[in-house]
Structure formats: C-alpha cells, structure tokens
C-alpha cells in the first residue's frame, strides 16, 4: 500500500501525512511541484520527527509518477470529493496507490482520467470536505485492514 500526494500545498498536512505513513508501514509518494520544501532538511526543520521511519519517494511531474506506476503495475486510487462511490465499497489490493489531491485544489481532469477507481468519504450534506489528512487516515486504515497490511501489535506501544 502507498499513499501519494499530488502537488501538496500546506506542510504540516504532509507532515501529519508523513507520520501516518511511518506509523502503519505504508510508502510515501510526493508528486512535486509541492508550495514548499520537501526536503529531508525541510522536513526536520519543521519537526518531522518521523522522518527516518517513512520511505519517501519523490517524484519530479505527476507523468514521472504515473510512468512510474504502470511500469509497477500499480492501481491508483483517486480519493476525490467528485467520485461517486465511497471508500467502504471499493475493494483494495495490496499494489493500490491512494492518491490524494492539492489542498486548494484537488487535481486536475487529466488525473482524474488517469486513476483506475475514484473514491469518496462520505460525509453530511452541506459540508465540502475533511481536513486531507483525516481523510488519508481514514481511506488508508480500510484499505490496510482489507488487505491484513496493518503491522501486527507483538508489544504494547511506549508511551
């Protein structure tokens, strides 16, 4: 399982991202241009503990990322406020990308064409969408627990 961030735009949500990411053992994709540093050294500065717990994979345009996905054979799964179907009823495999959009303005059409499903959390009438990390937690630990992908819990966590 991966997550993907196309053209992130607000730090602390890819840091809260990044966490997510090192926490339940899934790689992070980043599809640049990002609206801020995403370097190893940008990320400490802004107290990204984490940092050597995630493998972070860059890449340069969202036509590296997506070459770099069908040369894998990987499904990328849009998450989007615009699909029709919600998280719940996709069913996940183990080479899904979970692809999510920029902060301010989702992606554009021609990524949309490009992913294989387009999924939804759903949410009240009348509200537009969650915070974009939430919404990675949430897609993430259904497809992680769809898959058996969530680490196994061999010694009661440090607190």
Sequence with gaps: ???????????????????????????????????????DRAFRRAGMDYLDQVTIVRHTSFA???GWRQ??????????????????DHHYGAGDVLLLG?????VPEAVHRAADVRVRVPIRPGLRSLNIAV????????ALRQTGGFPSISTPPTV
């Design 64 to 66: 590296a990322f997506d």
């Design 135 to 142: 919404a990675a937690a949430l897609v993430a630990g259904e």
């Design 71 to 88: 040369a894998e054979g990987l499904n990328l799964v849009l998450l989007t406020t615009a699909a029709e179907h919600s998280y719940l």
């Design 102 to 106: 920029r902060e301010s303005a989702g």
């Design 1 to 39: 399982m991966r997550i993907a961030l196309y053209e992130p735009d607000i730090p602390q949500n890819t840091g809260t991202i990044l966490r997510t990411c090192a926490c339940l053992g899934v790689e992070a994709h980043i599809i640049e241009p990002a609206g801020f540093p995403v370097t």
